[in-house]
């Protein structure tokens, strides 16, 4: 069984920064594509970033291009997702996911993710 744990959350004002870890139990971690998405109140879970698993492919959602980066860290399970300029919309319960199929692209599809964590929460003031 994948366990995945996300850290990092927390009250940002807007403009600050934020980083988010996802550590991940398995030990084929390296096969596997990443994903982070976002639920805020009332709203559905939408994608935020993912990455491919060499970490030389990325995708990020339009809303986060150019403030938020995510990472990994083969060699210890790990994916990060660094939050920069944060604004109250990004306010959300973040989650990092497993890409169900190995050796896959980053995709922004959550139903093609098979395992995630039990989230996160960033609340972002103004």
């Known amino acids: 069984q994948v366990q995945l744990v996300e850290s990092g959350g927390g009250l940002a004002q807007a403009g600050a920064s934020l980083r988010l870890s996802c550590a991940s139990s398995e030990r084929t971690f390296s096969a596997y594509a990443m994903g982070w998405f976002r639920q805020a109140p009332g709203k559905e879970r939408e994608f935020v970033a993912a990455?491919?698993?060499?970490?030389?492919?990325?995708n990020y959602a339009d809303s986060v291009k150019g403030r938020f980066t995510i990472s990994r860290d083969n060699a210890k399970n790990t994916v990060y997702l660094q939050m920069n300029n944060l604004k109250p919309e990004d306010t959300a319960v973040y989650y990092c996911?497993?890409?169900?199929?190995?050796?896959?692209?980053?995709?922004?599809?959550?139903?093609?993710?098979?395992?995630w964590g039990q989230g996160t929460q960033v609340t972002v003031s103004s």
């Open positions: 990455i491919n698993p060499s970490g030389t492919r990325l």
């Open positions: 996911a497993r890409y169900s199929n190995s050796y896959s692209v980053p995709s922004p599809r959550a139903d093609e993710y098979g395992y």
